[in-house]
């Protein structure tokens, strides 16, 4: 008897499956945070994979309070440098940005992102404070200062300064404007946090592999890998539900909610023997994530204060016992 559950091949769900535009993903939402001014966002760069043994920290599971082994994500976080501040207003057609200053003293190596001589430098005392709605603070990363990079061009995005009133954030950002800003100064251990990452890249992928739809007959010998049909003669063009070839990877995607475990200086505590599998030694301070991130090591990952935890276990800090620095190079 034929079976009548044939669920489509594939999902629509992040079409079009075209390349990002650049490595870098960035936020286009930001939580409300609490009433106390704070930086919402962080760029570290992946360095790969290890895992921990740490105290069970979810109080409704089977191993709570016992210690489990669990992977982790290491990422280098080396400080970021704020270069301005950008304010705007709520306006029906959206965000417009109302004013901007730029810091004096930033690193040589941002002029090759940006052309600094055309840039106001200034003070945030001169906004308009009742025409300011939203705060956010235009940051640089420093990838001269990891070992493990060969480039040396700064990424530049905006940070949202979040939580307490527009001046409390204006405040904030100007006590931050020319200064760098570290990890701590965004996220402790035991937060919640989003993760954004551009994926590894594979290339142009045929439908079997893009797609996931089943080979043809062994008797197709010229066509067993093809989605056909293409559909019908009728509108005269290939609809988009269709799963043809076409770019597979290099997508930009966003994981919600992992745990930020630890934070540390000594980069020593958590660099494997031989270094890690396509990256290198990590010479910065680091921060260890719950599971898994998108993309390859080397790439740049975004960090957000988390957008949809609302209901969750609080944990001050999680209790990291042990971290595996056992050689990555294989056998």
Do not use: C
Request: negative net charge; hydrophobic residues 30%.
């Amino acid at each position: 008897m034929v079976d009548t559950h044939h669920p489509k091949r594939g999902s629509q769900a992040f079409s079009p499956r075209k390349r990002a535009s650049e490595p870098l993903a960035r936020f286009r939402s930001w939580p409300d945070d609490g009433p106390q001014a704070t930086v919402q966002g962080f760029t570290g760069f992946k360095a790969g994979m290890t895992h921990v043994m740490l105290v069970d920290y979810r109080p409704t599971s089977t191993t709570s309070g016992q210690e489990v082994r669990e992977a982790v994500t290491v990422l280098e976080v080396p400080p970021m440098g704020v270069a301005g501040v950008r304010a705007y207003r709520e306006t029906p057609y959206g965000l417009k940005a109302e004013n901007e200053v730029w810091a004096e003293d930033v690193d040589d190596e941002l002029d090759e992102r940006v052309h600094l001589s055309d840039k106001r430098v200034g003070t945030i005392d001169d906004f308009d404070r009742d025409r300011v709605d939203e705060v956010r603070l235009i940051t640089y990363n420093k990838p001269y200062e990891v070992t493990a990079l060969d480039r040396k061009v700064p990424d530049v995005t905006e940070m949202r300064v979040g939580g307490g009133e527009v001046d409390e954030r204006l405040e904030l950002a100007s006590d931050l404007l020319g200064t760098d800003l570290d990890i701590t100064d965004v996220a402790d251990a035991g937060r919640m946090l989003d993760v954004a990452a551009v994926t590894k890249g594979k290339g142009l992928q045929g439908s079997v592999k893009r797609w996931g739809v089943k080979l043809q007959s062994h008797k197709n010998s010229k066509n067993r890998r093809d989605a056909s049909p293409l559909g019908p003669f009728q509108p005269r063009f290939i609809r988009p539900q269709v799963p043809l070839p076409g770019q597979m990877g290099f997508h930009q995607r966003t994981e919600l909610n992992k745990r930020l475990l630890m934070v540390g200086e000594d980069p020593e505590e958590i660099n494997p023997d031989g270094g890690f599998v396509r990256y290198g030694e990590v010479s910065n301070p680091f921060a260890l994530l719950h599971g898994t991130t998108p993309g390859p090591s080397t790439r740049p990952v975004s960090l957000r204060h988390a957008l949809r935890y609302e209901e969750g276990v609080e944990v001050e800090k999680p209790n990291v016992t042990y971290i595996s620095t056992a050689s990555k190079q294989g056998r």
